[in-house]
């Protein structure tokens, strides 16, 4: 990663002068950038001695490879690709791209925004990957001591093994389960994490096994729940569930209640702190002896780092696209997105609406309450649009106290009605912060395009916005569009479709 003048090596395959010079211009003298001709890549023996730390791969150059010059790329494990697409290129999605590995898809000509955001964001995953080389390294190295021992070293192994290979918790949670029947029974293998949200209470997040009945699920909720909070030393406020379909083995008919002497608690922790629960159900009474248990809790730190790590890693690709407070995305990746959707819409001749949404008079709810307050109606706000949106929209954090939500398949009468049950329910929120009560509104811009509409100077952005300014204008608390303000009839919109 290295050059021999300590400056960090950068490749490019086929780049034009003018993203090699803005890029050479953005990275600093920190960097250095090696552009190689799309007719003369490097070979795998180049990497291995340069060790770029990221390669700018032009989108035209990579569709004159072949499959398996594409693979070999792809198999460059430290260093960390970026698609470079022009503007009017038929390219995949950038999710496409991000399966494959690739770090991120850029438009060219490359801005200098984007640069800058990949080469932070390239610096934040590779510092993650050598924490978790790190963490292998030293769970390797226990583990060579650990080989030399009994027959529970050897599960020892296994599962120190296979929590490493997946970075998704669920994985980890299901190849747990397996690996612990070499030690106990175990027919269910459930979990619990939780994160400070900022206040006196606690978010917890559930991994439950799939139960048929909703009465063994409340059970298992109920437990959970009560062991976080005596963990944690706080109350859980809200939580999210997750089912696991294959955390559990059972014959048809066996009861996966948490039956007492059967449920196995087991803390998780990292630098010493809980931060969740494995929840171990095994198919009748076990009585481990000191030795079992001391290999038990063994093999529960090494699922602790694991998880841990898949959690951290988790974050950090979140925390990329995500706005930190509300949750949902952030400026930045619903540009992108928009940009998209617009394409899309354009391409298959379908409609595309946009709300532009603001909370009215913000700043005398910071200026009266304190800004906890203004974050709290934030944070409930974006909450508050997850759940009522449909899983195609897409739901931002465009600024401050504004937000943003693109609407693919969507007429502006629908649009209308969506924004109109949206004011109502936000209305219709209660907010309390050290004692005190309050409410807010808000005003929203309705824009559309509908099929066939899209021309060179249209901009739904500015629509919105315009939309927007006017609803504000005309006294806020309503839904505008750039034609004006229908009246609502008082009616809020049903809670099916738009």
């Given at each position: 990663m290295q050059?021999?003048?300590?400056?960090?090596?950068?490749?490019?395959?086929?780049?034009?002068?003018?993203?090699?010079?803005?890029?050479?211009?953005?990275?600093?003298?920190?960097?250095?950038?090696?552009?190689?001709?799309?007719?003369?890549?490097?070979?795998?023996?180049?990497?291995?001695?340069?060790?770029?730390?990221?390669?700018?791969?032009?989108?035209?150059?990579?569709?004159?490879?072949?499959?398996?010059r594409k693979a070999a790329i792809l198999d460059w494990e430290t260093t960390q690709k970026v698609m470079v697409v022009g503007a009017n290129?038929?390219?995949?999605?950038?999710?496409?791209?991000l399966d494959h590995g690739f770090l991120s898809m850029v438009t060219s000509p490359l801005k200098a925004a984007s640069i800058q955001d990949t080469l932070v964001k390239g610096i934040e995953v590779h510092n993650l990957y050598d924490d978790i080389m790190r963490m292998t390294r030293?769970?390797?190295l226990e583990r060579e001591i650990l080989s030399r021992k009994n027959s529970y070293l050897l599960f020892l192994n296994r599962i120190m093994t296979r929590a490493v290979e997946s970075l998704n918790p669920a994985t980890i949670l299901a190849q747990a389960r397996q690996d612990l029947n070499m030690l106990m029974p175990v027919q269910a293998a459930q979990c619990i994490f939780w994160t400070e949200n900022g206040r006196e209470n606690i978010e917890a997040e559930l991994f439950l096994a799939f139960h048929e009945h909703n009465s063994v699920q409340e059970a298992w909720v109920?437990?959970?729940?009560?062991?976080?909070?005596?963990?944690?030393?706080?109350?859980?406020?809200?939580?999210?569930?997750?089912?696991?379909?294959?955390?559990a083995t059972t014959d048809e008919g066996e009861d996966l209640s948490p039956r007492p002497g059967q449920v196995v608690l087991l803390p998780l922790k990292a630098g010493g702190i809980d931060f969740g629960c494995l929840a171990l159900l095994t198919k009748e009474p076990v009585r481990l002896g000191k030795e079992q248990r001391d290999v038990l809790h063994s093999a529960?730190?090494?699922?602790?780092?694991?998880?841990?790590?898949?959690?951290?890693?988790?974050?950090?690709?979140?925390?990329?696209?995500?706005?930190?407070?509300?949750r949902i995305y952030n400026r930045q990746y619903f540009d992108e997105h928009l940009v998209d959707e617009l394409k899309r819409a354009q391409r298959y001749n379908q409609e595309i609406s946009l709300l532009m949404l603001d909370l009215d008079h913000f700043k005398a709810i910071n200026d009266t309450y304190g800004h906890q307050a203004g974050d709290l109606v934030l944070r409930e706000v974006g909450a508050l649009l997850q759940e009522t949106l449909r899983s195609m929209d897409f739901p931002?954090?465009?600024?401050?106290?504004?937000?943003?939500?693109?609407?693919?398949?969507?007429?502006?009468?629908?649009?209308?009605?969506?924004?109109?049950?949206?004011?109502?329910?936000?209305?219709?929120?209660?907010?309390?912060?050290k004692g005190r009560d309050f409410t807010v509104t808000a005003s929203i811009g309705v824009a559309s395009l509908a099929p066939g509409g899209f021309r060179k100077n249209i901009d739904i952005l500015r629509q919105a916005d315009r939309a927007l300014y006017l609803a504000k204008a005309s006294g806020r608390n309503m839904v505008c569009t750039t034609r004006g303000c229908p009246k609502d009839d008082g009616q809020e919109q049903s809670e099916t479709g738009y």
């Open positions: 050059h021999n003048d300590n400056r960090t090596v950068l490749w490019g395959f086929g780049l034009n002068d003018i993203d090699r010079k803005k890029i050479e211009a953005e990275a600093g003298d920190s960097y250095t950038l090696l552009n190689w001709p799309g007719t003369a890549l490097p070979e795998n023996g180049q990497v291995e001695r340069e060790q770029p730390f990221l390669v700018w791969i032009d989108y035209g150059v990579w569709t004159t490879l072949d499959d398996d290129a038929d390219a995949p999605s950038p999710e496409v791209f030293e769970i390797s109920e437990l959970m729940l009560k062991t976080a909070a005596k963990l944690s030393g706080s109350h859980v406020d809200s939580y999210q569930l997750t089912f696991l379909m294959d955390a529960v730190n090494h699922l602790g780092l694991a998880l841990k790590n898949a959690l951290l890693y988790r974050e950090v690709k979140i925390r990329a696209d995500h706005d930190g407070l509300t931002a954090r465009y600024g401050g106290e504004e937000f943003a939500v693109i609407l693919p398949h969507t007429s502006e009468d629908k649009a209308w009605n969506l924004a109109e049950r949206l004011r109502h329910k936000i209305a219709r929120m209660r907010f309390s912060h």
